[in-house]
């Protein structure tokens, strides 16, 4: 065992040795040995991370409700997640390239692009950390970010993650009073935010905004405003302060703190289906080892971790306050030393060819992205990709939603130049990593199809061949509780199959053995691969003081996968227009989340006990057949509706 001396603590490393798969019989072999014994999978993988003090068991079993089904990983472990994915490389390898960030500024004859060796990412990270240190942020405390995408973002993910403070990241384009719910709900101490965000040229007010709701956060102490813009703002004395004027006294070396395995690293929320965000907690050693461990087997990437010199450049366009950018911007491709580009604005801004021309520009290797931005491009023809050469992409990635075999063949054909092997990926916010997907160049690929599960992952499909999507044995990187509310955990993903993992997805596997994700069971709608629950979106709507009663369904779109269509009930006597409604939605949830369609009914179809059948109103919505409808509590309702949405 190799130590290294760093600060007054050891890191013990294990050497890491990948098991080489060159074929799908090697990749099958390897799969059922990963299930047949899962503790010798996982102690293998596991080489990959620097320890602090050693594991004594792989898994423990689950001893009662606080912990059925998950169990505890890597039982007496320590380690510090930072010095995993930064600083063993800052010490090893200083000045290799660690992360690209362009502006949305950026222009050809205009570069404006930021570039981090490892040691440099490493001197930021470390700045940050004792400046939240400073601020009498410890081990623990909750810290909000919410953040565009600047480099500062994933600074301050890793800061926290250095000092033991558990990070909460909330989407930037999320409205000020849905970052208050977050910080309320995992009571924050601090909150990182910028002045201004750019989105498409335009500036959009942030700290500002979100400052009218700070009052009512009791547990808040700091605010640490980043200065995208130079915007003038007004700054409350002793809260408020200046990310450069905290950072810029600091010292370049933070001690990292030892964190035990099953810690908390952050919370996630995502949505559900009652009106409240879930808070999805990820731990420590078991999400960073099976982000790593995904990334591996399924993109076969070049990095620090194995000393090579031509490392791949990995180019993921999700935003990092969704669960992909957690995974796949920050931890795993730094986790493994690979070079991340990290793009600020939309990936077509400003002009359709942006996203080709950045990867020529840097040389992308691998590129993951989401159905709905290759189905936009789609539609406006190949002219914009076919100017670029993109010659130096090797892999091609899709994920947030199943990608339709229309979209999956062009994509193979005009960005991966029928070269590109099309690793689509299937997963979920409370999996942390990959479930399902090929290997490249390894599995067979079936457009439409995720195909086979990873390594260490056992897929069981309730009844049969097509049903409800479970997996059968527990894994490293899974969620370990919704924050402070670990029986809505239990009852939501452990209960509904006793002994499995309940996705809330419906698949299905064909004669091949390939599977392919259906789409939801619950009350879950995905629009652009983000996944809103439309208990929150209704929550928005009726927050209007006109409206009595609201539902929403997601209904097929070309682009985003899913729209998202309202039906809305009005109190006695109010009159709105449906732009009122969508710019309401705005203010109260977020931009992203605004209905296309609104339809105002005068009731909305429920059962006796007061259910509303959404999935009735999707089936009136896309003209399908109507089943039994006595059962209804009013079933006159149907009728109204159907009369409603012909003369819409």
Known sequence: MKKLSISFLFFVCAAFSLEKIDSFADYQKEWKASIENPALFWQREASMLSWMEPYATVWQKPTGEEDQFVGRWFVGGKLNVTYNCVDRWADAYPNALALIWISEEDLPDQK????????????????????????????????????????????????????????????????????????????????ITVDEALRRGKKSEMKESLDPYLEDCPFLEHVIVVERTKASLPMKEKRDLLWDAILSHQSTHAIPEKMDAEDPLFILYTSGTTGNPKGIVHSTAGYLLYVMSTMKHTWHPQGLIEKYKNRDVWFCTADIGWITGHSYVTYAPLALGLVVVMYEGAPTYPHEGKLWERIDRYNVTLFYTAPTLIRSLMVKGERSVNQYSLSSLKVLGSVGEPINPEAWEWYYTHVGKKRCPIVDTYWQTETGGYLISPMAGITPLKPGSCSFPCLGIEPKIVSGKKGALCIAKPWPGMMRTIYRDHKRFCSTYLKAFPGMYYTGDEAMQDEE????????????????????????????????????????????????????????????????????????????YGGFSVPDGVLFVDELPKTRSGKILRRLLQSLLLENKVEEISTLANPSSVEKIKEALAKN
């Not at 930021?124 to 500062?152: F, H, T």
């Not at 409205?175 to 101490?189: G, I, L």
């Not at 006109?546 to 985003?560: D, F, L, M």
Request: hydrophobic fraction near 40%; charged fraction near 25%.
């Open 112 to 191: 404006k692009e930021r570039f981090f060796t490892y040691k440099e990412l490493s001197n930021q990270v470390n700045r940050c950390a004792n400046g939240l240190r400073s601020l009498g942020v410890r081990k623990g405390d909750r810290v909000c970010l919410w953040l565009p995408m600047i480099p500062e973002l994933m600074i301050s993910q890793l800061a926290c993650a250095k000092i033991g403070a558990v990070h909460s990241v909330v989407f930037s384009g999320f409205s000020p009073k849905s970052v208050q719910e977050r910080m309320k709900d995992c009571e924050c101490k601090v909150v």
């Open 513 to 588: 053995g390939f599977y392919t994700i259906i789409g939801r069971l619950d009350d879950v709608i995905k629009v652009s691969g983000h996944r809103l629950g439309s208990a929150e979106i209704e929550k928005a709507i009726t927050s209007h003081p006109a409206v009595a009663e609201a539902a929403v369904v997601g209904i097929p779109h070309e682009t985003k996968g899913q729209s998202i269509f309202a039906f809305v009930v009005m109190k006695e006597g109010a009159k709105v227009e449906k732009e009122e409604i969508q710019q309401h939605v705005r203010k109260e």
